[in-house]
């Protein structure tokens, strides 16, 4: 019976026809065989186009940076030779294929957090690698914890094992969280959501590192951090 319910609450708060509308904000191809063909895929199926959008605008801001730098440096060959050097950096963002077993590192959902409100959550904070140890992936799910208790008006409601073991039994409860960031950021659009997009390098803003709208990564105490992180944001 609660299950049946959640499943209603689910299916109210978003739908594949509403995902499809928010995700063409983000990427204008589409195939046939990758369209989400029930809630669950619609849910994976948003997270990782966002991403994937978040990655593009992540290697056009690294080329917009050697761009300048090459100019200014006045050699092609450099600027060819750094570029690659850059690109090999950026974060390692994994795609969601199973959405309960792919979210145990909370990888995936920190960036996707990243991208609707980078203001609060820093790419720098987060952290992104291939090989995710046990204290990497309690960080990032500790991240998405304060994040949803400070904003989202604490609407994830597991503990960190939960999010960490990921027991099929927890499913339903998940796309109920998965549902509830979905219409916080694609529904009701509160001030802080403010999706990421394309800063040139000489536009850039000034860092407030007094900013209130900040996760201060010294306020997180069942990790000291990510270790060893195979990216760091300049």
């Known amino acids: 019976m609660i299950d049946t319910l959640m499943m209603a609450y689910t299916v109210e708060m978003v739908s594949v026809e509403k995902v499809m509308a928010c995700t063409q904000q983000y990427s204008s191809f589409f195939q046939a ?78 960036a996707l957090i990243h991208f609707y409100c980078p203001d609060i959550v820093k790419l720098e904070d987060i952290c992104l690698k291939e090989t995710m140890s046990l204290a990497d992936s309690l960080y990032n799910l500790q991240l998405i914890q304060e994040f949803c208790q400070e904003y989202l008006n604490q609407c994830c409601h597991f503990s960190l094992e939960d999010m960490l073991y990921a027991a099929s039994s927890i499913k339903s409860n998940y796309m109920v969280f998965m549902a509830e960031l979905f219409w916080w950021f694609e529904v009701v659009k509160p001030s802080f959501v403010q999706p990421r997009g394309v800063v040139h390098p000489q536009a850039e803003p000034a860092k407030d590192a007094a900013s209130a709208h900040s996760l201060n990564a010294n306020r997180r105490n069942y990790v000291d951090g990510p270790s060893g992180s195979d990216f760091v944001a300049r």
């Open 33 to 110: 065989t990758d369209l989400p063909y029930d809630i669950e895929d619609a849910v994976m199926y948003w997270i990782n186009k966002v991403n994937e959008h978040l990655k593009d605008i992540m290697e056009q801001e690294q080329k917009l940076k050697e761009h300048i730098g090459a100019e200014s440096a006045g050699s092609q060959k450099a600027r060819y030779r750094k570029e690659q050097t850059l690109l090999k950096q950026l974060p390692c963002i994994p795609l969601v294929e199973n959405l309960l077993k792919d979210g145990t590192d909370g990888c995936a959902l920190a």
